[in-house]
């Protein structure tokens, strides 16, 4: 938990100094929803890219 605590001061200080709380709050959301991401990759519950990229075309000529 130390590890976690230590990535959020980190991220904090590399903030600019004029940043709002809501500023901060959209980093750590932005940052949760990416480490949710990965983990999914990580377990193997991602969508192929050949998917996606049909998906993408089935959207885009729509």
Known sequence: M???????IQMIQ??????TVDDIMAELY???QVDAGLK???EGKGIP????E???SKWLTA
């Open 49 to 52: 890219h050949e998917e996606i």
């Open 40 to 42: 999914e990759l990580d």
């Open 54 to 56: 049909k998906l993408m």
């Open 14 to 19: 590399s903030l600019p100094e004029e940043v």
């Open 30 to 32: 932005f940052k949760l």
């Open 2 to 8: 130390a590890a976690v605590k230590q990535q959020v």
